[in-house]
Structures are given as C-alpha cells and as structure tokens.
C-alpha cells in the first residue's frame, strides 16, 4: 500500500527551472524588486532550482537550488519571510551574517538585510515561511550595502527583531551531538511506536511556544516503527542520505515527501539507515493508529 495521503516527489525526475522560469513564479512584490532589470535576466542564468512545494495562499515555498559559480546577487535585500535554507554542498557568503558551507543551516528572522554571493557554488534547500506565526508574506526589498547585518523592519536592537526562533546566521549541522531519541522525546511527543531506540536528532531551529522546528533525522539501519500513525502536525522531509522503505515506495536521497496533519499513513522503515531534513509545524508527536487494512 502506498502513502495515501502525503504528496510524494522525486527531485531526481522534476526538469530544472532555470531562473528565469523561477522569476515567473514569484509574487510580484518579489519580482518586481530584484535589482536592476537589464543585470536580472544575466545573473539569474546562473540560478536554476526545482520546486518541491508552493502554498499560493502563504506564499510558503521550499525548493531545490543550484547557484553556478560566480552568482551573486543584484543588490542587496530583506524579505518580510522568514528565509531558510541547508547547504548540500559548495559554498556560499551572506554579507552581514556568514560563510557558510556544506552541511550549514540558516534562519533568518524578517527583516534582516542580506546578500549572497559564491565563488565555488552552492546547492542549497531554501525555504520561506510565507505568512505564518513566523512571519509575512515572500517579498522583497532593495537595500543598501551598507546595511547589511542591520534590520530593515524593526530595529535591531528591539528583541523582536530575532522572531520566533532567533537570527540563526550559521548553524553548523555537522559540529552538533546527534541527540538520542528517548532524550529529545521528553521536549516532544507523545512518540510511542516511533522506534526512538533508532532515532536520533539534531535540533537546527525550534519555536519554543509552538514546537515548530527544523531539524535532522538520523535512522539508524533497521529502523522501524510500530505500527501505522499519524502526527498532529504538518511534516516536510527531504531524504538526504540513505534510503527509507514506506508503504510500497523506497525513498532515496532526493525525495521531498509533504504529509498534512492527523494522516494516517503506514509505518516507516529503513533497513540501511537514512538522514533526514523534516520541517514540522509544532511539537513532535505520532499516534499510532490501526492499520485501514486490518
Ligand atoms: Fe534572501
């Protein structure tokens, strides 16, 4: 039985959107902001991506870039989303925040002024909240250079201009402990039948009112859960390394997977082990539920 309620996509088998396309999908108050527009059309040759998931009533949007080397931004910029993202490889410099690399995350509050530029390259998961608890719509606002680091919305030294989870310039993944399962499950739950004995975490962003939260899942090989289940919340996951088995699907490292709230969907496995990127929208929790089969 295959996944009945989650939407399931294959980065692997989705075309790239070069920029140019991309332009075509922004809201307009991101468009139309963009910098000067005989340079636009140059640089954004340089960005191509694929959409793992658009919310147009949000603006929340998740995809999968690829910045060639050489790419750099326009101008300068903030955005009344929160913006996200986790490298997968090469190198990116965020003026005002950081350098980041291979296995780095970012969180940026609303507001907070920016520009990305990379001589290597960068694959990266970018993310925007879109209009949530977390922040406003995805827009764009030219700025000036000399205002990186600064915040365009709020003053930076009013405590609300770190949002919701603070102003994470550079979470370096890899230099995180990865937390046991039964340990991270006393902030979360009730997890019963989610094999926390082959889980483990590394936290990368948290709401702590809400629990909503970016992190890496780690599966040990043999994980498995108990039975069928659903969370209370709204799951993204992307597989980054390893493979899962769930339903009648094998889920290899590409596979973006969007699971709404309170679906059940048949339990998950991994016999060789699996690291995993998941966005939930609060606590993490799983109830276990009878199999529709059974
Ligand atoms: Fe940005």
Not at 40 to 62: C, G, I, M, W
């Amino acid at each position: 039985m295959g996944l009945q309620h989650a939407t399931v996509v294959d980065t692997h088998r989705l075309p790239w959107e070069s920029g140019l396309d991309y332009l075509r999908t922004l809201a307009p108050a991101f468009r139309d902001n963009l910098g000067p527009a005989d340079q636009v059309e140059a640089n954004f040759a340089k960005y191509r991506q694929k959409n793992l998931y658009l919310d147009p009533n949000s603006t929340r949007r998740l995809d999968w870039v690829q910045l060639e080397p050489g790419y750099s931004d326009l101008t300068h910029c903030c955005h009344d989303s929160v913006e996200e993202g986790f490298l997968l490889g090469g190198e990116v410099a965020l003026d005002g925040e950081a350098h980041l690399q291979a296995a780095d995350y970012f969180w940026r509050p609303p507001g907070w002024i920016h520009h990305a530029r990379t001589e290597q390259g960068v694959e990266l998961l970018l993310g925007f909240e879109g209009k949530s608890n977390e922040s406003g719509p995805v827009s764009r606002h030219v700025c000036e250079a000399q205002q990186a680091g600064r915040n365009h919305l709020i003053s930076h030294t009013d405590e609300s201009s770190l949002g919701t989870r603070g102003r994470l310039c550079k979470v370096s993944s890899s230099g995180l402990v990865w937390q046991p399962g039964h340990a991270y499950a006393r902030s979360e739950g009730p997890l019963a039948g989610f094999d926390l004995p082959n889980l483990s975490v590394r936290p990368l962003s948290r709401n702590p009112h809400t629990g909503q939260q970016t992190v890496l899942l780690r599966l040990s090989p043999g994980y498995r859960q108990h039975s069928h289940g659903a969370h209370s919340v709204w799951w993204q996951m992307v597989v980054l390394s390893g493979s899962l088995e769930w339903g009648d699907e094998v889920m290899g490292p590409g596979v973006f997977v969007h699971r709404p709230a309170h679906t059940t969907e048949p339990p998950m496995a991994s016999a060789s082990g699996a690291v995993i990127y998941a966005k939930l929208d609060g606590w993490m929790d799983f109830v276990p539920q009878a199999s529709p089969l059974t």
